[in-house]
């Protein structure tokens, strides 16, 4: 068996150091590259909810998110109201294994303000109220001032049974959920 003497070592050592570093920084510079490119390519700018009625109602219905300059806009069509207002929010999460939705959470507050009209000082998933008319649909067209698409993907929209009155704590004393679904990347190719 050869020994090595620690100066050799230490000099093979260095040599391999100075041949692995381009390499290495290039595959980084490379990496980081790729992951910007993929970050400005790949978020949906496109969503879609399918709402399913809740055990005791026959609410249904289809709703379109589409991320803009600054805001998103939100809109389809709510079939099965009954005819009035109704609270409409995006609720934390995307969890409807319990019948009457509650399994959805709380509405999406990521900034922990109180529950309050849309806009910058409440819920971000405060939406306001969506009106039915007297056959119980609701045409729907909202900017959401304070709203990324893709940190609602997977959470959920919920409509309610009454009226958001915009002020109750914490959420609005909206009454029962009547509709929700989930809100997923839409197939844009689809249509
Ligand atoms: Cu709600
Ligand atoms: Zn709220």
Do not use: C
């Not at 809109?75 to 207002?85: A, D, F, M, S």
């Amino acid at each position: 068996m050869k020994l090595y003497s620690h100066a050799a070592i230490t000099a093979v050592l260095s040599a391999a150091v100075l041949v692995a570093t381009p390499n290495v920084l290039q595959a980084q510079e490379q990496h980081a590259d790729d992951h910007q490119a993929m970050h400005d390519a790949k978020l949906p700018k496109h969503a879609v909810a399918v709402l399913a009625s809740t055990s005791d109602s026959d609410v249904k219905g289809v709703l379109m998110l589409d991320q803009m300059e600054g805001f998103v806009r939100v809109h389809g069509k709510v079939i099965g109201l009954t005819p009035g207002e109704h609270g409409f929010h995006i609720h934390e999460f995307g969890d409807l294994t319990k019948a009457d939705g509650t399994s959805a959470g709380g509405h999406y507050a990521p900034a922990g303000h109180d529950h309050g009209a849309p806009g910058k000082q409440s819920h971000a998933g405060d939406l306001g109220n969506i009106t039915a008319n007297d056959d119980g649909v609701a045409t729907v067209d909202i900017k959401a001032e304070d709203l990324k698409l893709h940190l609602v993907l997977g959470r959920s929209i919920v409509v309610h049974g009454g009226k958001d009155d915009l002020k109750s704590q914490p959420s609005g004393a909206a009454g029962p959920r009547v509709g929700v679904g989930v809100i997923g990347v839409a197939n844009t190719e689809a249509k």
